[in-house]
């Protein structure tokens, strides 16, 4: 059987050509558009859209590294107990704090400001006030050794860490003579996070922001540690602050 080839179509006309579909005028044409890295080649051309730089990471908290405060607390090296009393928890110190070797255990103390977890947290915070209340003479030939602990603490950038720290240098600068002014060399250190969070408060609007009153409110609290260091600071105090903090305003000549 034959199979007959189907005739090939005739070629039609150049004048009877279908109209081909055209677009209205008012819509373009939809282009993906590609994200991209910034300076590369990809990022000239038309259809790609540039990826923003990533962020810096300034307000973000740092993990924690085990201290020598633990591992001292955990082996019972510290002359030191809770005792619970009507208004708290309270340390009960075996030995007088005035015999104790400032050289050695105040240091220790201000490692344990990075713990975060009870009780290390709570004997360290406990601890260093008792200290600073009980020391005298002893705190000031000590200062060398503290600024790590508290670069440390700073580093951490967690918000409960700050707060307690912030306290601690306050309590640091009015523990005794001339320790104000032995801080001032080691401004460059302990400045720069303090820079970095002195405008963080809450806006509450009308609110209440019940943290001024349980001085948990970071910004106000780095205002009161920079005013205290300018105050017992010496005359290069406010010299000092003002490099590291160029927003900073005298509390003294204003």
């Not at 009960?92 to 400032?102: G, Q, R, T």
């Not at 540690?225 to 600071?233: D, I, V």
Request: charged residues 25%; contains cysteine; positive net charge.
């Amino acid at each position: 059987m034959v199979v007959e080839k189907a005739a090939a179509s005739p070629p039609v006309p150049v004048g009877e050509r279908r109209p081909q579909k055209q677009e209205p005028l008012g819509r373009k044409k939809k282009i993906r558009q590609q994200v991209t890295d910034g300076f590369t080649v990809k990022a000239l051309m038309k259809n790609s859209v540039v990826r923003g730089p990533p962020l810096a990471g300034a307000f973000k908290e740092r993990p924690t590294k085990p201290t020598a405060f633990r591992k001292f607390y955990e082996r019972g090296d510290f002359p030191i107990a809770l005792e619970h009393d009507t208004k708290g928890n309270k340390i009960a110190w075996k030995v007088e704090i005035e015999k104790l070797d400032y050289h050695y255990y105040l240091p220790l103390f201000f490692d344990g400001l990075c713990e975060m977890t009870f009780p290390c947290e709570f004997f360290a915070r406990q601890g260093i006030h008792d200290m600073l209340e009980h020391g005298g003479n002893k705190i000031l030939p000590v200062i060398p050794q503290l600024i790590i602990p508290i670069k440390n603490a700073l580093s951490l950038r967690n918000r409960q860490v700050l707060c307690i720290t912030l306290k601690v240098l306050q309590h640091l600068v009015v523990s005794a003579d001339m320790v104000g002014e032995a801080l001032v060399p080691y401004y460059r250190q302990i400045l720069p996070v303090l820079n970095i969070f002195k405008n963080m408060n809450v806006n509450s609007g009308d609110g209440i922001d019940y943290s001024q009153q349980k001085r948990e409110n970071i910004g106000d609290l780095i205002q009161e540690t920079l005013e205290a260091f300018e105050r017992y600071g010496g005359e290069t105090a406010y010299i000092n602050i003002k490099y590291m903090i160029p927003t900073y305003q005298s509390c003294i000549l204003n």
